[in-house]
């Protein structure tokens, strides 16, 4: 079974960057794509970006876009989200998921998901 295992989060001040980390086990299984969704106190997950294996198609919510970049290392199954510019807004549980069919990639609704790393922001 697939096992997702964030890591990077931690406490920064407004403008400030912080680069999450996301590893699938085992390193060989190869994704067809792999995302970040985020859950802020109170509220509900919501879907943050998310990147396809092959081609590399990167998909944003608007809030983040321009300021966060998502990217992989294909041969290790290795996620990462670079977040510039953040703001307290930004502030929430970020989880890492992934998805060995390309179908299901579509539909957002990804299979495997992992144990969730804090980010917070503060003004």
């Known amino acids: 079974q697939v096992q997702l295992v964030e890591s990077g989060g931690g406490s920064v001040q407004a403008g400030g960057s912080l680069r999450l980390s996301c590893q699938a086990s085992p390193y060989t299984y190869n994704s067809a794509c792999m995302a970040w969704f985020r859950q802020a106190p109170g509220k509900g997950r919501i879907f943050v970006a998310k990147i396809y294996t092959v081609g590399g198609m990167t998909l944003y919510t608007s809030s983040v876009k321009g300021r966060f970049t998502i990217s992989q290392e294909s041969a290790n199954n290795t996620l990462y989200l670079q977040m510039n510019s953040l703001k307290p807004e930004d502030t929430a549980m970020y989880y890492c998921?992934?998805?060995?069919?390309?179908?299901?990639?579509?539909?957002?609704?990804?299979?495997?998901w992992g144990q969730g790393t804090q980010v917070t922001v503060s003004s």
């Open positions: 998921a992934a998805e060995s069919s390309v179908s299901v990639c579509r539909t957002g609704s990804l299979h495997y």
